[in-house]
C-alpha cells in the first residue's frame, strides 16, 4: 500500500462511510485538533522517563484514535465494526479517578501558574491547549457528537493540567505564578 492515494488533491477527504467532504470541514479540522493532540502526547511521551506517566500517555493516545475515528463518523456507524474506536462512560470515570490521585498529590492551587517546568510538563501544558481547541471545534459539529465525547474531551483537559503539575514535581520543577 502506497502512503499517497491522491484522492486528497483536490482539496476533499473521506469520512467513515466514504463521504467525500471539504478538508477544510468542520469535522476534518475537529478531528485534525484531535490529531494534533495526539502528537503532542506523543512528544509529552518521548520527554518522560516515568513509567507510570508514560502508561497513561499511551492509553490516552490509544483513547485519542477511539475519538478521531467517532468523529470522522457521523452517522456512528464505526462502533458495529471496530469496538476498540468508542469512547463510553467508564472512559470519562477513568480519567476522572486518575486526576483524583494525581491531584490527591499535589500541594494545592492558590494561584494561577505559567505554563512551563520540565519538557514534559511544559508539553502537557501545550497538549491542554491544544485539547481545548479540539473541543472548542467538536461542540459546533452537525450533527452534534455523542454527549460522551465531550464530556471525554472536556475532562481530558483538566487531567493534561494536574499531568502537567505532577511531571514537574516529580521533576522537582518549581511552579511560575502569575
Known amino acids: 500500500m502506497k502512503i499517497y492515494t491522491r484522492t486528497g488533491d483536490a482539496g476533499e477527504t473521506s469520512l467513515f462511510g466514504g463521504l467525500r467532504v471539504s478538508k477544510g470541514d468542520p ?75 494525581l491531584d490527591a498529590e499535589l500541594p494545592p492551587l492558590r494561584h494561577f501558574i505559567l505554563a512551563g517546568g520540565s519538557p514534559c510538563g511544559a508539553a502537557l501544558h501545550v497538549a491542554r491547549a491544544v485539547c481545548r481547541r479540539a473541543e472548542r471545534g467538536m461542540v459546533v459539529l452537525e450533527p452534534a457528537v455523542d454527549p460522551v465525547l465531550l464530556q471525554y474531551i472536556n475532562r481530558l483537559s483538566d487531567l493534561l493540567f494536574v499531568l502537567a503539575r505532577t511531571v514537574n514535581q516529580r521533576a522537582g520543577a518549581p511552579e511560575t505564578p502569575w
Open 27 to 101: 469535522r476534518v479540522a475537529a478531528y485534525g485538533d484531535v490529531d494534533e493532540l495526539n502528537a503532542q502526547l506523543g512528544f509529552a511521551r518521548a520527554n518522560t522517563a516515568d513509567a507510570e506517566i508514560n502508561t497513561e500517555l499511551l492509553q490516552l493516545q490509544r483513547d485519542l484514535f477511539a475519538l478521531g475515528a467517532q468523529l470522522a463518523d457521523p452517522a456512528e456507524k464505526i462502533a458495529s465494526h471496530v469496538s476498540k474506536a468508542v469512547l463510553r462512560d467508564g472512559d470519562v470515570r477513568r480519567l476522572e479517578q486518575l486526576i483524583d490521585r
